[in-house]
């Protein structure tokens, strides 16, 4: 009788197993068909924030905003990005890949020393604070004004507008903003926009 | 016939719900109404255990109607952080019942003419889901947390679009229902149905038609709100336009408010740029959530039914009827440092946001519960002339008396009205309130920073709860 109830249970939990498998698909990011062939969904996504970074930092290398003349690389520090939207998302998820890919382009460093908030890393901080201890080898620690400033801020926006379309169904508008700010001038050298708009149903509140 | 007798003994038991649901919402209220918030959200949400700090609310499963209620407790307990998970929940919940009535097939008014509409769920005014806007605005602020503050803003805006839309189709859905129900009856009975109907409005309702609110189910507290927020955190010159366009629409609902008039002042110096020396300027804000909103009480009424052909038999059956809340005070003096004295204005009446959006939904009401009543006295004769040991007869007769109840199910801890005052923070961080001319509460308020003083008193006498915001 045990062991009917342990071959039941095995039958079970692999039917189980299965069934809950089939359910499931596994995307490959790195595959563009895969990522393109994903389904559409009305809330802001994976491919949304990629666009919008890739956009921003093409137009952004292509107008030479982030070349320096002088040579060298521009440091930049993140400021406030506003989510204007109906959805809690988390502003990292478009910063961080357009950071990512201004990093690889070798132009720009980003600086983790400053934040609106204070510092991004708390850490740069706190090691110089090792300063006064003994236990410390002084000959790494950070030395005063050693710091960079940034040249370059970038701040931005993302907007939603939600409208019924005349003959039933909806349209979602996000509008990413971003705008790059030559610190030393205060003038935006850099400003951009990209549109992500879907249709469908259920234009997301939540 | 063995089946009959089991079908009706479980809807004669579910319908005991309807009593036990008046019973909880009398003793919310009754400690509600005296200031005992953290009582109070024991009773809906069946510990107090939420208004300790290190508790976490998780809300899954939990009725609509005690979220709401819970919710707003516990709003005014401050235990803000459980609370913006309960309103959360609710305005989520709302959106999806919204949706599902703008797609149902009448299901859900199905279930009212078989039974009674306080058998199921809570089904939410279209001034609830708006009015949650109110307070996720007011919690995320209390939290210190301006991002989320800007999230709600956004989708008590949509929401407010969406409101007449929204409405348009439950009473659409409903009224299908309801005259898909009147239509099984025979061709004498849906005439006097009709005759009812109107019978009942001329002679028990027409007190309420003097109840207005405002167009498209607008709430000038959530829009005074929303203009409040962009006022003071503007990410741009969008925002302050968009400030001033929130102003421009309360001042447009509550023409005689001063507070609301300078306000928009202020907004439109700020978009148009000519604020100049005035930014520097720091204000306290002070919302009055005043008294208790209209309840609904039952109203017992007769109307005659053809059971048999050319004989009248008059069948009892009741209704919801507002009954209109009670303000605690007429309104709330405010003093700061040396400056005079102030008084808080009308902001939103919330007494006319209910009744009158009730007296739209009514008439459906009244001809679901008519053909209801109507359909289950018909029923309960059948089953009396073809009973032959009088059990069944039994059942139906105390199912009917039991399920022609009205649904007198509304969000009972909302205040009558909500007034408004501003002062600017010169010298003193000090506070004051007044309640007919006798101090109630000292406050610390920033002085380097605007902020928002909420105030709760739900009757005179109780303990006023008082919370300072950071705008």
Not at chain 2, 226 to 253: I, V
Request: with cysteine; hydrophobic share 40%.
């Amino acid at each position: 009788m045990k062991a009917f109830t342990g071959i039941k249970s095995i039958i079970f939990a692999g039917t189980a197993l299965m069934v809950s498998g089939c359910g499931t698909t596994v995307v490959d990011l790195d595959n563009p068909e895969e990522k393109a062939a994903m389904s559409n969904v009305m809330a802001l996504e994976y491919r949304d924030f990629e666009k919008a970074a890739n956009k921003a930092v093409q137009e952004m290398i292509s107008s030479g905003a982030v070349t320096n003349r002088s040579g060298g690389r521009y440091v930049l520090v993140i400021s406030r990005i506003t989510n204007d939207t109906m959805q809690k998302i988390d502003t990292d998820q478009l910063i961080k890949k357009i950071r990512t890919q201004l990093l690889q382009s070798g132009k720009v460093v980003v600086t983790s020393a400053v934040g609106l908030d204070g510092a991004e890393d708390p850490m740069v901080m706190k090691a110089r604070q090792l300063r006064k201890s003994k236990e410390v080898n002084q000959a790494n620690v950070a030395k005063k004004g050693t710091i960079v400033a940034p040249d370059l801020s970038l701040s931005g926006k993302i907007i939603q507008r939600n409208l019924d379309l005349d003959f039933g169904g909806e349209r979602v508008e996000y509008y990413f903003q971003l705008t790059l700010t030559d610190l030393t001038t205060g003038l935006a050298i850099w400003e951009g926009e990209t549109p992500i708009i879907k249709e469908g149903r259920k234009a997301p509140i939540w | 016939m063995k089946k009959t007798v089991i079908g009706l003994s479980v809807l004669l038991l579910t319908s005991a719900c309807g009593s036990l649901d008046r019973q909880k919402a009398a003793d919310f209220r009754a400690v509600y109404e005296k200031g005992e918030y953290c009582q109070a959200s024991a009773v809906s949400l069946g510990t107090s255990e939420y208004c300790q700090k290190d508790s976490q609310v998780t809300p899954d499963d939990m009725e609509l109607l005690d979220t709401l209620n819970g919710g707003s407790a516990l709003f005014a307990a401050k235990a803000f952080a459980n609370s913006d998970r309960l309103f959360a929940y609710s305005a989520k919940n709302i959106d999806e019942y919204e949706k599902a009535s703008m797609l149902e097939d009448g299901g859900r008014a199905a279930v009212d003419i078989l039974a009674n509409a306080s058998l199921h769920g809570y089904s939410p005014y279209i001034m609830d889901g708006i009015y949650t806007g109110a307070y996720l605005i007011l919690g995320n602020l209390a939290l210190g947390d301006k991002a989320g503050a800007r999230i709600e803003v956004n989708r008590a805006y949509q929401k407010q679009k969406e409101a007449s839309e929204v409405f348009r189709s439950e009473i659409k859905e409903q009224s299908e229902a309801a005259a898909k129900e009147t239509q099984k009856l025979d061709k004498d009975n849906r005439k006097k149905a009709a005759k009812n109907e109107e019978e009942i409005i001329a002679k028990h309702y027409q007190d309420l038609k003097k109840w207005r609110a405002y167009k498209d189910f607008m709430n000038p507290y959530v829009t005074y709100l929303s203009g409040l927020y962009l006022l003071n955190n503007s990410s741009g010159a969008g925002d302050y336009e968009n400030a001033s366009m929130y102003m421009k629409r309360t001042a447009g609902m509550v023409p005689k408010n001063r507070t609301v008039l300078k306000d928009l002042q202020l907004a439109e110096s700020y978009a148009g740029n000519k604020a100049g020396d005035a930014k520097k300027r720091r204000h306290v804000w002070v919302v009055f959530e005043n008294g208790m909103v209209a309840t609904l009480e039952a109203l017992s009424l007769n109307i005659p039914v053809f059971l048999v052909s050319n004989e009248l038999s008059m069948i009892a059956f009741s209704v919801p009827k507002p009954k209109e809340g009670k303000i605690a005070y007429p309104s709330l003096g405010v003093s700061l440092g040396g400056q005079k004295q102030v008084k808080t204005e009308l902001l939103a009446d919330v007494d006319a946001m209910f009744i009158s959006e009730f007296n739209k939904r009514f008439p459906v009401i009244l001809s679901k519960a008519i053909a209801a009543t109507t359909f289950k006295a018909i029923m309960q004769y059948q089953i009396q002339k073809n009973d032959t040991n009088g059990v069944g007869s039994l059942i139906m007769a105390i199912y009917t008396i039991m399920t022609n109840q009205a649904d007198l199910r509304s969000w009972q801890s909302l205040p009558k009205n909500v007034q408004v005052a501003r002062l600017e923070v010169k010298d003193s961080g000090k506070l004051k309130l007044f309640a007919k001319g006798k101090e109630i509460a000292k406050i610390n308020i920033p002085k380097d920073k605007n902020s928002l003083v909420y105030v709760r008193i739900p009757e005179p006498g109780a303990k006023p709860s008082v919370a300072v915001m950071e705008l």
